[in-house]
T-cell receptor, first 120, second 115 residues
Framework: GAGVSQSPSNKVTEKGKDVELRCDPI?????LYWYRQSLGQGLEFLIY????????KSGLPSDRFSAERTGGSVSTLTIQRTQQEDSAVYLC??????????????????FGPGTRLTVL | AQSVTQPDIHITVSEGASLELRCNYS??????LFWYVQSPGQGLQLLLK??????LVQGIKGFEAEFKRSQSSFNLRKPSVHWSDAAEYFC?????????????FGKGTKLSVIP
């Protein structure tokens, strides 16, 4: 079946512009995650969605970053007024929902190919 | 807070040689541990995972990893490396709590394979 897809694969923008990055999770996966991969910081968690709500936004680096998810499926990560330090690869992942109480969560995360963002 | 340390930034091995990539974690509860591989320009592919039970887990592509609670380690091994194994390898621990499920990754180990 289809994996996690992300678009665009590459995005070049000018400092100060807004960008939107899209993620299509695996069908049936109710959990969705955004991570950022940069040379200096490695792989960092940004935000976690369960359905359309985001119980954990603790990794968003500033209020210029926001994300939403609609229909329990597609998610969009928006970066406003981009800065050069936002340049990175943004990775999306999805997983099945957590299991019933007492059962360990089925939390194998499947990753998309990423969007490489370059801010000039 | 949870953390993962991969002490080797870059490892070079000859094709056919054995491989061990080190990973140490810090986590206050029973850890769920993962190894991912990333080829250039690609996303992350799961190699194997440890949730509970047998401490030696088998993964794809001939990889295995051993969980050692006493050493807080989850080292990745392969008995005979192939040139196609050249990639970057990431160890991760799953943090689950306060309504979140997030992976904390190590900095990665880049593997080069000499023909």
């Amino acid at each position: 079946g289809a994996g996690v897809s992300q678009s665009p694969s590459n995005k070049v923008t000018e400092k100060g512009k807004d960008v939107e990055l899209r993620c299509d999770p695996i069908s049936g996966h109710t959990a969705l995650y955004w991570y950022r991969q940069s040379l200096g910081q490695g792989l960092e968690f940004l935000i976690y969605f369960q359905g359309n709500s985001a119980p954990d936004k603790s990794g968003l680096p500033s209020d210029r970053f926001s994300a939403e998810r609609t229909g329990g499926s597609v998610s969009t990560l928006t970066i406003q007024r981009t800065q050069q330090e936002d340049s990175a690869v943004y990775l999306c992942a999805s997983s099945l929902a957590r299991g019933l109480a007492g059962v360990r969560p089925a939390n194998e995360q499947f990753f998309g190919p990423g969007t490489r963002l370059t801010v000039l | 807070a949870q953390s993962v340390t991969q002490p080797d930034i870059h490892i070079t091995v000859s094709e056919g040689a054995s491989l061990e990539l080190r990973c140490n974690y810090s986590y206050g509860a029973t850890p769920y541990l993962f190894w991912y591989v990333q080829s250039p320009g690609q996303g992350l592919q799961l190699l194997l995972k440890y949730f509970s039970g047998d401490t030696l887990v088998q993964g794809i592509k001939g990889f295995e990893a051993e969980f050692k609670r006493s050493q807080s380690s989850f080292n990745l091994r392969k008995p005979s490396v192939h040139w196609s194994d050249a990639a970057e390898y990431f160890c991760a621990v799953l943090y689950s709590g306060a309504g979140s499920y997030q992976l904390t990754f190590g900095k990665g180990t880049k593997l080069s394979v000499i023909p």
